[in-house]
C-alpha cells in the first residue's frame, strides 16, 4: 500500500537535503522519490546524508516538470511553511496520513509535494493540489529543514499506515535486562528479601529475635507500599549482603564468636 505514495521535491538546491529526504522516506517504509529539477543530482553529498538509504536515491524519478511527477496520481497534497498562503482545502500532517493512507489503500496513487528550500512551492504549484498541508510549527519560526518536513510527514503516513494495518504502534516487547529489570519483584523474592532482611538486621544487633515487637511486620507494609522492582530488589539485597560482611568482619576484630 506504501508503494502507493511518493514523496515529490521540487527544485531542491542542497543535495544534502535531498539525501535527508530520501532517509526520512526510508526509514518509515516509503520507497518512492521523485525529483523535479534538482539543482544537484546524483550527488555524493545526498549519498553521504542519505546514510544508508542509497537505494531509495538510485531508484529516484528525475523529472522536469511537477506535471510529469504527479502523472498517474489522483490525490495531490501540498506542503507550505506558510499558514494559508492562498484560500485552499488545508489539511494537517495526521489528517493528510490519514487521507494517503485511505486512499492508497483504494488503489489510488497519491503524491506529498514540497518545495524549494528558499522560495517553497509557487502559487501555480500549491494549485496543482487538492489540499495543502501545514506542519503547525511556531508562526514566529515556522519553517522546517525541507528533509525536516519529509520527516514529520512521513511519519504522520507510517502513523496512519500501522493503525490502518492493525499492527503495533509501539515497539514490540523485548525482554531485555533493562525491561525484565522494570518488573515488579515477586511475592517469593519479596519473602526470600524479607528473610535476608530480618538476618541482617538481627546480625547488626538492631532486632532482637527474643523482642521482635513486630518490626518485620511494619517493614513489610512499609516495602509492600512501594512496589519494588527486581532491579531495586537486587539494590537492596546487595546493600544487605554488605551490610553483613561489614558487621561480620566488626565481629571478627572484636573477637566475637
Ligand atoms: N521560505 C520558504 C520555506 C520553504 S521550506 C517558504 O516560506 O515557503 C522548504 C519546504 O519544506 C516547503 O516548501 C515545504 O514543502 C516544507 N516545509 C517547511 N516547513 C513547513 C511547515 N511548517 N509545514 C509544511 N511544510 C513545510
Redesign the pocket.
Known sequence: MLQNIRVVLVGTSHPGNIGGAARAIKTMGLSRLYLVQPEEFPSSVAVARASGATDILDNATVVETLEEALVGCSLVLG????DRRIPWPLLDPRECGQRSVEHAAGEGEVAIV????????TNEELQRCQFH???P?DPQF???N?AA?VQVLAYEVRMSWLAAEGMPRKMEKLETTAMLNAQPATMDELELYYAHLEQTLIDIGFLDPQKPRHLMARLRKLYGRSGISKLEMNILRGILTETQKVARDAADKRGDD
Open positions: 506542503t507550505s511553511a506558510r514540497f518545495g524549494r528550500e528558499y522560495a517553497g512551492l498541508v501545514h506542519i510549527s515556522g519553517s522546517l525541507l518536513a
